[in-house]
């Protein structure tokens, strides 16, 4: 049976019967109650997905009983059934947080199927991005909390908002990746694919194929055709990691892409449209390579549109404690262990080090405390850094 429990509310015992038996056919778990005090009760009692009330009730009406549900739990969708002439006790009761209502009429099941399917994709993607929200909230510990990472996120929630391309900018394990994700999954694309594309990484006969696709006999070895990150990530965003590792001819070649939208396939001839927001990372210092040739000024400025610098962790050493004790609290609970935290000393020479690996070196430090004292406090002694 398909996930998704619905409460059926109603006084007419035909109509109430008719209602369940056609969510029950679509696979989902559906009771019926004849009034709104027993709708109540069965709702205090289990987790629900979905209710549909009829609003005229004895007792207890549609509206009151939306009133109660939304009280303990506001998340769950209401679907008010009104008679033809209610429309405006429907209209209040969206205004009082139901989520949709449907008219009694001869199609009344069928508009009633529709709408079940309709919500509970509703609310599988209010369940997800609660989901999501926690989980980001959860990476951000990652990062710190500081002022000026609390600047950092309230920019990353403006910049969001938009389809602006993003240069997140700062030294290896700062948590540039981090901030990418957060900019696609709190944008109106968070529903689309978020790609990343590893610019340092790929050999540079490669990479215009790795980006754009090729068609297949457009070079030797090339089998079959050949669908690029651009396309895959159209409608989402793409993340360009170390951006600054780019070959300049294939910078060139960007450019015309982040200009025209549309990509053109190695050995294509036509071009392909694509809907993508570019946010880019870099590690190097984007205007000096300019000096030196091996960036183009005019992607800069095309990528630069919004930038945001991540400062390195020696520059933020008040968020080394809450750091400390997110990567305590993330491998106690991956390993079993029992660490409650590290002592007043581990936080003096944690603070004396220069973090040239940035956070990702203090998690590596903190992992490897953790797994060798495995309970009770870190100390000193525990602690691995190439220098202090």
């Given at each position: 049976?398909?996930?998704?429990?619905?409460?059926v509310?109603?006084?007419?015992?035909?109509?109430?019967?008719?209602?369940?038996?056609v969510?029950?056919?679509?696979?989902?778990?559906?009771?019926?109650?004849?009034?709104g005090?027993?709708a109540?009760?069965?709702?205090?009692?289990?987790?629900?997905?979905?209710?549909?009330?009829?609003?005229?009730?004895?007792?207890?009406?549609?509206i009151?009983?939306?009133?109660?549900?939304?009280?303990?739990?506001?998340?769950?969708?209401?679907?008010?059934?009104?008679?033809y002439?209610?429309?405006?006790?429907?209209?209040?009761?969206?205004k009082?947080?139901?989520?949709?209502?449907i008219?009694?009429?001869?199609n009344?099941?069928?508009v009633?199927?529709?709408?079940?399917?309709?919500?509970?994709?509703y609310?599988?993607?209010?369940?997800?991005?609660?989901?999501l929200k926690?989980?980001l909230e959860?990476?951000?510990?990652?990062?710190?909390?500081t002022?000026?990472?609390?600047?950092?996120?309230?920019?990353?929630?403006?910049?969001?908002?938009?389809?602006?391309?993003?240069?997140?900018s700062?030294?290896?394990?700062?948590g540039?990746?981090?901030?990418?994700?957060?900019?696609?999954?709190?944008?109106?694309?968070?529903q689309?694919p978020?790609?990343?594309?590893?610019?340092?990484?790929?050999?540079?006969?490669?990479?215009?194929?790795?980006?754009?696709g090729h068609?297949?006999?457009?070079?030797?070895?090339?089998?079959?055709?050949?669908?690029?990150?651009?396309?895959?990530?159209?409608?989402?965003?793409?993340?360009?990691?170390?951006?600054?590792?780019?070959?300049?001819?294939?910078?060139?070649?960007?450019?015309r892409?982040?200009?025209?939208?549309?990509?053109?396939?190695?050995?294509?001839?036509?071009?392909?449209?694509?809907?993508?927001?570019?946010?880019?990372?870099?590690?190097?210092?984007?205007?000096?390579?300019?000096?030196s040739?091996?960036?183009?000024?005019?992607?800069?400025?095309?990528?630069?549109v919004?930038?945001?610098?991540?400062?390195?962790?020696r520059?933020?050493?008040?968020?080394?404690?809450?750091?400390?004790?997110?990567?305590?609290?993330?491998?106690?609970?991956?390993?079993?262990?029992?660490?409650?935290?590290?002592?007043?000393k581990?936080?003096?020479?944690?603070r004396?080090?220069?973090?040239?690996?940035?956070?990702?070196?203090l998690?590596n430090?903190?992992?490897?405390?953790?797994?060798?004292?495995?309970?009770?406090?870190?100390?000193?002694?525990?602690?691995?850094?190439?220098?202090?």
């Amino acid at each position: 049976m398909s996930t998704g429990r619905i409460l059926v509310v109603d006084d007419d015992a035909h109509v109430r019967a008719s209602i369940v038996e056609v969510i029950s056919r679509m696979g989902f778990a559906a009771e019926g109650c004849g009034s709104g005090g027993e709708a109540l009760k069965r709702f205090e009692k289990g987790a629900w997905d979905m209710v549909v009330s009829d609003v005229k009730m004895p007792g207890i009406s549609g509206i009151e009983l939306l009133q109660k549900v939304k009280a303990i739990d506001a998340e769950v969708p209401f679907v008010i059934i009104t008679a033809y002439g209610a429309v405006d006790m429907a209209v209040d009761a969206m205004k009082q947080g139901a989520y949709d209502f449907i008219q009694k009429g001869e199609n009344l099941l069928d508009v009633l199927e529709m709408n079940v399917r309709r919500t509970l994709e509703y609310r599988t993607l209010v369940k997800e991005n609660r989901l999501l929200k926690d989980a980001l909230e959860d990476r951000w510990r990652h990062i710190g909390e500081t002022a000026v990472i609390q600047d950092i996120r309230g920019l990353v929630g403006t910049v969001a908002e938009s389809r602006s391309t993003v240069l997140v900018s700062g030294e290896s394990g700062t948590g540039k990746e981090l901030i990418a994700r957060s900019i696609h999954y709190l944008s109106p694309r968070q529903q689309g694919p978020f790609v990343k594309v590893n610019c340092a990484a790929l050999p540079e006969g490669l990479i215009e194929s790795e980006m754009f696709g090729h068609e297949k006999g457009a070079f030797t070895g090339a089998l079959r055709s050949k669908t690029g990150k651009f396309e895959y990530a159209s409608g989402g965003t793409l993340l360009l990691d170390e951006i600054g590792e780019m070959p300049v001819g294939v910078q060139a070649k960007l450019l015309r892409v982040l200009q025209e939208r549309e990509i053109n396939k190695v050995g294509g001839e036509d071009p392909i449209a694509v809907d993508v927001r570019i946010v880019a990372t870099t590690n190097r210092n984007l205007e000096e390579a300019i000096e030196s040739g091996t960036f183009r000024e005019d992607l800069y400025y095309r990528l630069n549109v919004f930038h945001i610098h991540l400062p390195p962790l020696r520059e933020r050493m008040d968020d080394i404690p809450l750091l400390v004790d997110h990567f305590v609290r993330k491998y106690n609970g991956e390993n079993g262990f029992t660490v409650e935290g590290v002592d007043a000393k581990c936080v003096e020479v944690l603070r004396k080090h220069t973090w040239p690996g940035n956070i990702r070196e203090l998690e590596n430090t903190i992992e490897r405390a953790v797994v060798l004292t495995k309970t009770g406090t870190i100390h000193p002694d525990v602690l691995s850094m190439k220098s202090v």
